[in-house]
Nanobody, 127 residues
Protein backbone atom coordinates (compact mmCIF):
# COMPACT_ATOMS: atom_id res chain seq x y z
CA UNK A 1 0.00 0.00 0.00
CA UNK A 2 1.38 3.37 -0.96
CA UNK A 3 0.31 7.00 -1.37
CA UNK A 4 2.59 9.33 -3.33
CA UNK A 5 1.94 13.06 -3.54
CA UNK A 6 3.29 15.32 -6.28
CA UNK A 7 2.61 18.63 -7.97
CA UNK A 8 3.89 21.02 -5.35
CA UNK A 9 6.15 23.94 -6.11
CA UNK A 10 6.65 27.68 -5.89
CA UNK A 11 3.84 29.91 -7.15
CA UNK A 12 2.91 33.56 -6.84
CA UNK A 13 -0.15 34.63 -4.87
CA UNK A 14 -3.25 34.33 -7.03
CA UNK A 15 -1.78 31.43 -8.98
CA UNK A 16 -2.84 27.80 -9.22
CA UNK A 17 -1.40 24.36 -8.61
CA UNK A 18 -2.81 20.87 -8.94
CA UNK A 19 -1.60 18.29 -6.47
CA UNK A 20 -1.85 14.57 -7.18
CA UNK A 21 -2.06 11.67 -4.76
CA UNK A 22 -1.36 8.40 -6.54
CA UNK A 23 -2.49 5.30 -4.70
CA UNK A 24 -1.38 1.72 -5.06
CA UNK A 25 -2.34 -1.48 -3.33
CA UNK A 26 -5.96 -0.66 -2.50
CA UNK A 27 -9.24 0.45 -4.05
CA UNK A 28 -10.65 3.93 -3.49
CA UNK A 29 -14.11 2.45 -3.19
CA UNK A 30 -13.62 1.47 0.46
CA UNK A 31 -11.87 4.59 1.69
CA UNK A 32 -12.03 8.28 2.36
CA UNK A 33 -9.03 10.20 1.06
CA UNK A 34 -8.05 13.45 2.70
CA UNK A 35 -5.67 16.31 2.03
CA UNK A 36 -3.88 18.02 4.90
CA UNK A 37 -1.62 21.04 5.17
CA UNK A 38 1.21 21.30 7.64
CA UNK A 39 2.66 24.79 7.81
CA UNK A 40 6.00 25.34 9.56
CA UNK A 41 5.57 25.20 13.32
CA UNK A 42 1.90 24.27 13.07
CA UNK A 43 -0.13 21.12 13.43
CA UNK A 44 -1.44 19.22 10.47
CA UNK A 45 -4.72 20.80 9.31
CA UNK A 46 -7.48 19.12 7.31
CA UNK A 47 -8.09 20.80 3.94
CA UNK A 48 -10.39 18.49 2.03
CA UNK A 49 -11.61 14.94 1.78
CA UNK A 50 -13.48 12.79 -0.68
CA UNK A 51 -15.24 9.43 -0.65
CA UNK A 52 -15.67 7.75 -4.00
CA UNK A 53 -18.36 5.31 -2.91
CA UNK A 54 -20.89 7.94 -1.78
CA UNK A 55 -19.59 10.79 -3.94
CA UNK A 56 -19.18 13.17 -1.03
CA UNK A 57 -16.52 15.83 -0.75
CA UNK A 58 -15.79 18.27 2.03
CA UNK A 59 -13.56 21.35 2.09
CA UNK A 60 -12.50 23.42 5.06
CA UNK A 61 -13.74 27.00 5.30
CA UNK A 62 -10.24 28.29 4.62
CA UNK A 63 -10.21 26.82 1.09
CA UNK A 64 -13.89 26.59 0.18
CA UNK A 65 -14.51 28.18 -3.19
CA UNK A 66 -10.81 28.09 -4.11
CA UNK A 67 -9.86 24.39 -3.90
CA UNK A 68 -11.62 21.40 -5.42
CA UNK A 69 -11.00 17.70 -4.85
CA UNK A 70 -11.63 14.94 -7.35
CA UNK A 71 -10.89 11.27 -8.01
CA UNK A 72 -9.80 9.59 -11.22
CA UNK A 73 -10.29 5.93 -10.41
CA UNK A 74 -8.81 4.77 -13.70
CA UNK A 75 -5.54 6.44 -12.71
CA UNK A 76 -5.82 5.60 -8.99
CA UNK A 77 -5.33 9.28 -8.31
CA UNK A 78 -6.93 11.93 -6.13
CA UNK A 79 -6.41 15.54 -7.19
CA UNK A 80 -6.43 18.77 -5.23
CA UNK A 81 -6.93 21.71 -7.58
CA UNK A 82 -5.81 24.85 -5.80
CA UNK A 83 -6.77 28.23 -7.28
CA UNK A 84 -6.29 31.79 -6.06
CA UNK A 85 -3.46 30.65 -3.81
CA UNK A 86 -2.49 32.77 -0.82
CA UNK A 87 0.76 32.87 1.18
CA UNK A 88 -1.07 31.22 4.10
CA UNK A 89 -1.63 28.17 1.87
CA UNK A 90 2.11 27.48 2.02
CA UNK A 91 3.40 24.31 3.67
CA UNK A 92 3.66 20.61 3.11
CA UNK A 93 0.57 18.90 1.73
CA UNK A 94 -0.14 15.31 2.64
CA UNK A 95 -2.77 12.88 1.47
CA UNK A 96 -4.05 10.12 3.69
CA UNK A 97 -6.59 7.33 3.57
CA UNK A 98 -8.91 5.84 6.15
CA UNK A 99 -11.56 3.15 5.81
CA UNK A 100 -15.16 4.25 5.44
CA UNK A 101 -17.08 7.11 3.88
CA UNK A 102 -17.39 10.78 4.82
CA UNK A 103 -21.02 10.35 5.85
CA UNK A 104 -20.13 7.71 8.46
CA UNK A 105 -17.26 9.44 10.25
CA UNK A 106 -15.59 12.62 11.37
CA UNK A 107 -13.22 12.48 8.42
CA UNK A 108 -10.43 14.82 9.51
CA UNK A 109 -10.35 13.41 13.03
CA UNK A 110 -10.38 9.82 11.82
CA UNK A 111 -7.74 10.49 9.19
CA UNK A 112 -5.44 12.06 11.79
CA UNK A 113 -5.96 9.22 14.26
CA UNK A 114 -6.08 6.20 11.99
CA UNK A 115 -4.97 7.32 8.55
CA UNK A 116 -2.26 5.90 6.33
CA UNK A 117 -0.14 8.77 5.01
CA UNK A 118 1.98 9.72 2.06
CA UNK A 119 5.29 11.60 2.34
CA UNK A 120 3.93 14.97 1.27
CA UNK A 121 4.67 17.62 -1.33
CA UNK A 122 5.83 21.17 -0.60
CA UNK A 123 3.85 24.23 -1.70
CA UNK A 124 5.24 27.74 -1.37
CA UNK A 125 3.12 30.76 -2.26
CA UNK A 126 4.99 34.04 -2.57
CA UNK A 127 3.61 37.57 -2.54
Amino acid sequence: VQLVESGGGLVQAGGSLRLSCVASGFSFADYTIGWFLQAPGKEREGISCISESDGNTYHSDSVKGRFTTSIDSAKNTVYLQMNDLKPEDSGKYFCAKVGGTISTMRPFEDLLKFGFWGQGTQVTVSL
